[in-house]
């Protein structure tokens, strides 16, 4: 059977602990807590699983805080959990015959992350990362000629499913620490550049927008139509929309018809018509949001959100054509407030049915 650290990270986490540690405790050999400046009982909850508790003085680094939290690890493998993440019955089950039959030629086992409510850089319900992580890696020489030794770890994937079920969305944290790496290095790593557009379009408010302005711009100044660029162009048409610059929204909507169009910029237009009471030609935006474009940042883009301006502008368009009836009927209005209903109907069953991607 193999052994296992749990190392976690916390800061204000008294709400919800107790309720990831008691669905794992038992399943570890060791449970390591580092506290990166909890000011509430977070600590005292911690030290009811577990005498193992440091301090670690947050630099606004995530990766300095886990990597502290594993370097006080003493078993095989480390289980790296989040505070809001729990194992119900059928994973704890699941759990405990992987740590059974865990080979030891295993160095990093990933599991199925699945979030119940809302998440701000995820665009599937559930995906695979990694969790459990082979403490000390050993090389083996691979090849039997021209020997080398082997780079890539050997990764299990798992069907253990971790539930996230965050208490409130992150994302302000988030920004400020990408907000300080840009002040500070004048760039972003791509992984990060993505993740921090996805999560603006996700939860950012207009102030947000208006600090990664200059950022994206750069990203889109080098290449409008690289993946950079084009993500950026989705950034920066969201905030001109915003800011009620419709110059400003279809020069990066132009741009980005030059190449295929990202279903990102449709919704932003279907919104700027929207807003400006073109039902109509709202209505073409975000049709071609829904069905005839891909996401490439926020699939709700494509799916809810546009659905829900469809409602919206029917909505709109029926209300006005039902005013119009009262006023002056004629078989012509008739069949517009038909119409109007029978397009409504089918994108509120559309917007009732959709939902994230299994994976």
């Keep these: 059977m193999a052994t296992i650290s749990l190392c976690m990270i916390v800061k204000n986490e008294e709400q919800v602990l107790a309720r990831c540690l008691d669905s794992v405790a038992d399943l570890m050999d060791e449970i390591i807590i580092v506290d990166t400046g909890s000011t509430d009982r977070t600590k005292e909850v911690a ?79 559930r995906e695979l990362r990694p969790k459990l992580f082979k403490r000390l890696r050993t090389f083996t020489w691979i090849d039997p000629v021209h020997e080398t030794v082997r780079l890539d770890p050997v990764v299990f994937d798992s069907e253990i499913e971790i539930l996230h079920k965050p208490l409130s969305v992150h994302g302000s944290r988030d920004f400020e620490i990408c907000e300080r790496i840009y002040a500070r290095d004048g760039a972003l790593s791509p992984k990060l550049r993505k993740m921090y557009a996805k999560e603006l379009l996700k939860c950012g408010e207009l102030p947000d927008f208006e600090r990664a302005e200059d950022f994206f711009t750069m990203e889109w100044e080098k290449d409008p139509m690289a993946e950079a660029g084009r993500e950026a162009a989705c950034v920066l048409a969201h905030l001109a929309r915003l800011q009620g610059n419709g110059a400003e929204l279809m020069k990066y909507a132009l741009r980005d018809m030059l190449d295929t169009p990202c279903a990102e910029i449709c919704y932003e237009l279907g919104c700027y018509y929207k807003d400006s009471m073109d039902y109509d030609e709202a209505i073409v935006w975000y049709q071609n949001a829904v069905s005839e474009t891909e996401c490439i940042l926020d699939v709700e883009a494509g799916g809810k959100k546009s659905l829900e301006g469809l409602v919206a502008c029917y909505e709109a368009l029926l209300a006005q054509a039902e005013k119009a009836e009262l006023q002056t009927s004629s078989e012509q209005q008739k069949q517009s407030i038909e119409i109007y209903e029978q397009q409504l109907a089918v994108y509120r069953e559309a917007l009732a049915d959709w939902q994230l991607p299994e994976e």
Excluded at 53 to 62: E, M, P, R, V
Excluded at 70 to 98: G, H, Q
Excluded at 99 to 106: A, R, S, T, W
């Design 47 to 125: 030290a009811r699983y577990t005498d193992q508790i440091y301090d670690f003085t947050w630099i606004g680094d995530f990766s300095a805080a886990r990597n502290f939290s594993f370097s006080k690890a003493t078993m095989e493998y480390i289980y790296a959990p989040d505070a809001d993440e729990v194992l119900d019955a059928e994973n704890r089950a699941r759990f405990l015959d992987l740590k059974n039959c865990l080979l030891p030629e295993i160095e990093i086992v990933q599991m199925w992350y699945v979030t119940e409510a809302f998440n701000t850089v995820m665009n599937v319900k």
